[in-house]
């Protein structure tokens, strides 16, 4: 599996972005649960959202509930990000992931990433 994010940039705080990560290769999308992690400067990658292979489940890192809304198309082979209310913090390296599994909050579990996107917020 191949992933490929795009739409990240800069943006002012308040303001909104949207990711969106495209799939490719021999692999049957729907099977894999997808998420979206972050690495900002000098800390540790975390999770920020995942959701089910059918997309009926999701579920947020604490820091992006009620702001970030994931979502998934599986007959585009696509998942986004949809990311309101942008803090300062919120600034990162932004890598979709893919797991065969559940929805993971382990970067251990997960299978294939995504090259990054970067996401700059101003203050």
């Known amino acids: 599996v191949q992933l490929q994010a795009s739409g990240g940039g800069l943006v002012q705080a308040g303001g909104s972005l949207r990711l969106s990560c495209a799939a490719s290769g021999r692999t049957f999308f729907a099977s894999y649960a997808m998420g979206w992690f972050r690495q900002a400067p000098g800390k540790e990658r975390e999770f920020v959202g995942g959701?089910?292979?059918?997309?009926?489940?999701?579920y947020y890192g604490d820091s992006v509930k009620g702001r970030f809304t994931i979502s998934r198309d599986n007959a585009k082979n696509t998942v986004s990000l949809q990311m309101n209310s942008l803090k300062a913090e919120d600034t990162a390296i932004y890598y979709c992931?893919?797991?065969?599994?559940?929805?993971?909050?382990?970067?251990?579990?997960?299978?294939?990433w995504g090259q990054g996107t970067l996401v700059t917020v101003s203050s």
């Open positions: 992931a893919a797991s065969s599994r559940a929805i993971t909050t382990s970067q251990a579990k997960v299978d294939y």
């Open positions: 959701i089910s292979w059918s997309g009926g489940t999701t």
